[in-house]
């Protein structure tokens, strides 16, 4: 037995295999295969229409697959509904992003933690009630830069303040693997800095994988991408790779194009 494949595998969190898309006459996504390592920062980037959204969408569970296999942890959950997904690690922001506007990001956040601990509605009770809940809360609220708004409600809450508590809520379900889609899209440039930074510190143990037309950002963050045109995957390698490789400059970053 080859061992260093073995670990290979082990290492491997999130894949899928000979993934296909049709609605009607049309291949959304075109036998698509992607492993995603334990740790990774990955980018998926494409040209509007190239699948990106179908594709989460499909490792997500909100649509069937045609054909191919969706692995997680090893397991086949090609059938399992999204919310499945969500219990076995698989969390994607904008799935959660319904924020309930008159809640505070304490209490969506206690919510969010009593639900995921097995505790149901409990989460309504006074929020000293459980300790383990609270040091919970009290860590997300400082990892995500909202302790000094967390008693606003959420429709108070500066816009950037809002995707950071997203953010809050995804990492809250304890993911193995985080799909962060375009969590700067609509940011204003004033808080923007402060959600790059916060995307950056994520847990390093997390597989997150990035979803993002801002190409400084991917470029900052990502180690690692994968281009897809058309429904199917073009290249993929480093960000160094990609940014030299002539088909991703001709397809997606223009030509000329400075990152390194």
């Known amino acids: 037995m080859d061992l260093g494949a073995s670990r290979m595998s082990a290492d491997i969190v999130l894949s899928c295999e000979g993934l296909v898309k049709r609605f009607g006459g049309i291949t959304a996504t075109d036998n698509v295969s992607l492993k995603l390592m334990r740790g990774a920062r990955h980018a998926l980037i494409g040209p509007n229409g190239a699948g990106k959204t179908t594709l989460i969408n499909l490792l997500t569970g909100v649509l069937a697959p045609t054909a191919g296999r969706i692995e997680l942890l090893g397991k086949d959950i090609s059938g399992l509904a999204p919310h499945d997904r969500v219990r076995r690690g698989l969390v994607r922001t904008f799935q959660i992003n319904q924020l309930f506007e008159g809640l505070t990001p304490l209490q969506t956040l206690a919510m969010t933690v009593s639900q995921h601990l097995g505790q149901g509605a409990a989460w309504w009770q006074p929020l000293g009630h459980d300790q383990q809940v609270v040091q919970r809360c009290e860590q997300l609220l400082a990892q995500f830069h909202l302790t000094e708004v967390m008693d606003q409600p ?23 693997v985080l799909l962060l889609d375009e969590p700067v899209a609509g940011v204003p440039a004033g808080e923007r800095d402060e959600l790059l930074r916060t995307v950056a510190a994520l847990p390093a143990a997390v597989t997150v994988v990035l979803i993002e037309h801002d190409m400084d950002l991917v470029f900052s963050f990502a180690n690692r991408m994968t281009v897809l045109v058309n429904g199917a995957v073009l290249t993929e390698g480093t960000p160094a790779e990609m940014a030299a490789d002539p088909r991703v400059k001709e397809v997606y970053l223009g030509h000329g194009d400075s990152h390194g």
């Open 154 to 176: 959420t429709q108070e809450l500066a816009y950037g303040k809002r995707r950071l508590l997203e953010m809050a809520v995804a990492l809250a379900c304890e993911p193995s």
